[in-house]
């Protein structure tokens, strides 16, 4: 990819989309207490423009309580589309039904999906199981970066540590 392909697919899913964002949480004609909800539905390869995005959307869930603007991304499953249908054969694979993507933006719009905010989840993982995971919850309320698409590393980089001494 050279840098103008790059520099386009930038401003197409994260530019494009940012200002979008903006504009959408931040509505003049909002009645005052209205929550929003986004829903950002993203295949997120890391290698590709939509992850930054998803990991952008995924700070600006910091800056809202969940009562403002409830924020969750979603990878839709494994879908058998016609694309699909062009590179692999439909039965090796286990593929989720083609309504599961739409049921799961209506879910993760409800009060019901507001300890999700801020994450990225995958459409076909059992939500009740979960919910019921004593041990996924507990990661969720403790660990800040669990379900979080981020960059992950170091929490402190020093000048020393990359210096040849």
Known sequence: MDKGDLMEAFDVNV????????KFVNQPLRPTGQQLNLINVSILRTRHPKAAFTA???RMAD?????DVQIISYHPGA???????KSVDENPLKWDEMALPADYAVWAASPEASWLHGRFVWAHWDVDELKADKDILKRLNEE?????????GSTEVSMES???K
């Open 63 to 67: 800056e809202h309580l969940v009562e």
């Open 15 to 22: 530019g494009g989309n940012f200002l979008m964002t903006v």
């Open 56 to 58: 952008l959307i995924g």
């Open 144 to 152: 800040k970066d669990s379900l979080i698409v981020a960059v992950q």
């Open 79 to 85: 879908l058998y589309s016609g694309g699909a249908s």
């Open 162 to 164: 990359i210096l040849n």
